[in-house]
């Protein structure tokens, strides 16, 4: 992929279709991708007696849809070099007639890789093509499962962690995905198959403009589904808003979206706009924000695209308080290590202090909360090649703060510090990161009020990532 990153303002890990589809192109993995595991090697349940090779004819975009499967298989797509753990069951769609394996599967299956998501792309059996016996409840579903549990009882071998193994359905596949998660069991204690021993449950569940089943059930332990679809997708947009709250009437988490302008069967495709192409992005944070893409207290995964966007970008690791106070005493040449309050940390998922505020980062917005005796604000933006973070706090005593951003960038970093409503400027500068950290000791404004502080890229057509922030009290030492 080096080489082909445009040069754009970039918030939390956002990846640039274009970008994806070029490496792709370049690596010839678009039709074929690499080589395919039977889900059961000695024939499917329900497929005895059939034979004959898939059905694959092309689009006139060059796009392969397949038909005929009666050996259902995954095709692994696997990350090169550092693996966050979790994996990826990815459902292509095609009305249960056809699976449309391009953009619904092995684009999705290489974009999982390449940011570090372990992926299997699925060939299952069609109920509704001309003369099946399959049906959707039984045999599709079963394929389903049967991929859940054939990653699970190989987790180690593929380095993929068994509580972190999951589903992403496509329109059809969508359907299966929703199924999937919400009809499962413990597995066969006691078969001579090792994969059927395993549990069929999803740790979560993605449902891309799904076909949404009627009837479902939802257990106890429903995993956490992620729903996003298009406005245009009439009759899908009106009843997402409907399984979402099924979803959440379960007792389950959900986050669901709605893309403007956008229609049916998108999935991953270089014509996709911008604003529609973003959606594996909010699919990444998603699953981010679940746990799923790293162990708490290690350093934070970074994708590809932020790695290769931002060559020297590496991990960046969250201090603890007392490691926070040593660096930005070294950092910022303090007369004393400053002694420091508990953290108030905001991210591009959880931007608040501590009433559960939610910040979309795509769109310009500005969210509250508690920090301490003050209250803190987080606004993030991009206006074409420009974008700057703000993080806004208003202490109630004379108090100095220390801000602590982990934060990935090309250059330095350019700040600005603004006191109050009247947004007189206090203060400006640039500093270069410190091992992914930008510090700044930020006194309260005279007389108290607001204080505002904008960090930008330099120059702002530089590509610039923020993982989160502390703001900590600075109770003794290093004013």
């Keep these: 992929m080096k080489g082909c990153q445009p040069r754009t303002f970039t918030l939390m890990l956002r990846p640039h279709s274009l970008t994806m589809i070029l490496a792709l192109l370049s690596r010839g993995l678009m039709a074929q991708g690499p080589a395919s595991i039977l889900l059961w090697p000695h024939g499917a349940p329900g497929s005895e007696g059939k ?21 259902p298989s995954l095709t692994p797509y696997l990350p090169e070099g550092s693996a966050t753990g979790a994996a990826v069951i990815v459902v292509p769609g095609g009305g249960h007639r056809e699976l449309w394996m391009d953009h619904e599967g092995y684009r999705v299956g290489q974009w999982l890789a390449d940011h570090g998501i372990a992926a299997f792309v699925l060939k299952y059996r069609l109920a509704r093509e001309e003369g099946s016996t399959y049906t959707v409840d039984r045999d599709e579903l079963a394929d389903v499962q049967r991929a859940i549990r054939l990653v699970r009882s190989q987790a180690s071998t593929w380095h993929v962690a068994p509580d972190r193994i999951g589903v992403i359905g496509f329109s059809a596949g969508g359907e299966l995905a929703a199924l999937a998660g919400t009809r499962y069991d413990t597995g066969a204690a006691g078969s001579d198959d090792s994969v059927a021993r395993e549990s069929s449950r999803p740790a979560f569940v993605g449902l891309i403009y799904p076909s949404i089943p009627a009837g ?36 389950a988490s959900a986050e669901m979206h709605i893309l403007t302008g956008a229609g049916h069967g998108f999935g991953i495709r270089d014509n996709n706009a911008p604003g529609i192409a973003l959606w594996t992005t909010l699919w990444y944070d998603w699953l981010d924000a679940r746990g799923m893409l790293g162990i708490a207290g290690q350093d934070t995964p970074l994708s590809r695209f932020m790695r290769e966007g931002i060559p020297a970008a590496g991990t960046v690791r969250e201090y603890t308080v007392s490691e926070r106070g040593r660096a930005a005493h070294e950092v910022l ?5 400053p002694i ?50 703000n993080i ?48 700044l000791m930020v006194p309260p404004a005279q007389p108290l009020a607001a204080v505002s502080v904008e960090l930008w890229p330099t120059p702002v057509t530089e590509p610039m990532g923020l993982l989160g922030c502390d703001l900590s009290v600075v109770t003794a030492g290093g004013r």
């Design 216 to 251: 479902l059930h939802f257990p106890e332990d429903t995993p956490p589904a992620f729903l996003l679809c298009g406005e245009k997708d009439s009759a899908i947009a009106e009843g997402l808003p409907v399984l979402y709250g099924s979803w959440r009437q379960a007792g």
């Design 340 to 389: 420091l309050g508990p953290p108030v940390s905001l991210t591009p998922d959880a931007p608040f202090g501590s009433n559960g505020a939610h910040l979309s980062i795509w769109k310009p917005s500005f969210v509250l909360g508690t920090a301490g005796s003050g209250e803190v604000g987080v606004n993030f933006w991009g206006i074409h090649n420009e974008g700057h973070v």
């Design 333 to 337: 040449n303090l007369t004393a290590t």
């Design 51 to 71: 034979a004959g090779d898939e059905a694959v004819r092309l689009t006139e975009l060059g796009e392969h849809i397949v038909s005929r499967v009666h050996r």
């Design 392 to 439: 806004g706090f208003t202490p109630t005593s004379a108090t100095t703060y220390l801000l602590d951003c982990r934060m990935l960038s090309a250059g330095p970093i350019t700040y600005k510090v603004y006191d109050g409503p009247g947004e007189a400027l206090r203060a400006q500068g640039q500093v270069r990161l410190a091992d992914g950290h930008f510090f």
